[in-house]
């Protein structure tokens, strides 16, 4: 009887054992994601030709934090996509000395979009179709980013509504020819979406606005503690009205 009791004691001791570990590893899971306080830095268009505005000379960023540690610099509002993943716009400071400058000279320019998620921490650049950073100004409404696109010759004006986490836009819609040397600046206002119908309105400069009904599909975002939160799917169809 002694011995079953004592066999009872060791199998209870080395389940808890066994427990610590892995109640060390799901703490360790556990990211704090947060964006810092803003503050401005120079900003002009001889140190980012393509994004900034003609009369800018400031630029208000913030820190992405993760777990206190700074990943990224940001720009502009955070949009939640789910309660868990948000979009944020990112911002670089990029080398801008010449091999003959002595002193390093660095410039502030806009970038890509980032995808983050609260509770793993990852954070991934996401790959718009079409997306420039000089046209491109994204209107969000859930997982979708309504925009203008330039093609990747620099020719043609579309419009673009592009899914998180799909491989092809949900609509890519023609709007005029591109003139990179004569355009006006912004080339488009920001977009404007419609709940129900899903609807979204486009401003090209210089012209009418345009509609069009998206068929609604199901996100396709699939959010995971560990590894990339990116599933591809067919893109949904769009109709002009």
């Known amino acids: 009887m002694r011995i079953d009791v004592r066999i009872a004691i060791l199998a209870i001791g ?14 360790r ?3 704090v994601v947060a964006l810092g306080a803003a503050k401005r830095v120079p900003y002009s268009k001889a140190g980012d030709p393509a994004g900034a505005a003609a009369a800018e ?5 913030r820190a992405l934090l993760v777990d206190g540690v700074v990943k990224e610099w940001t720009n502009g509002d955070a949009h939640d996509v789910t309660d868990r993943s948000f979009v944020v716009r990112r911002v670089m400071r990029l080398n801008d000395s010449l091999p003959s400058d002595k002193v390093g000279h660095w410039v502030w320019q806009r970038g890509p979009w980032l995808l983050v998620d609260r509770v793993s921490g990852h954070v991934v650049a996401l790959k718009l179709p079409d997306y420039d950073p000089g046209v491109s100004h994204v209107s969000w409404f859930r997982d979708y980013g309504a925009y203008c696109g330039l ?5 043609s004006l579309y419009a673009v509504v592009a899914q998180v986490a799909a491989r092809k836009p949900a609509l890519a819609k023609k709007l005029a020819a591109f003139d990179a040397e004569n355009h ?3 080339v488009c206002a920001q977009a404007e979406w419609q709940r ?5 309105t486009f401003h090209p400069a210089g012209r009418d606005p345009i509609s069009f ?7 396709v975002l699939v959010e995971d503690a560990g590894d990339e939160a990116e599933t591809p799917a067919a893109a949904s169809e769009a109709k002009q009205k």
């Not at 093609?151 to 020719?155: C, D, I, M, S, V």
């Open 213 to 219: 009904d998206v068929a609604p599909g199901s996100a």
């Open 57 to 61: 000379d400031a630029l208000k960023i």
């Open 151 to 155: 093609t990747a010759n620099g020719k």
């Open 29 to 31: 899971k556990v990211h």
């Open 196 to 200: 129900e119908p899903l609807r979204v």
């Open 184 to 186: 006006p600046n912004p």
């Open 14 to 27: 080395s389940v808890l054992c066994a427990a610590v570990p892995t109640a060390q590893a799901a703490a």
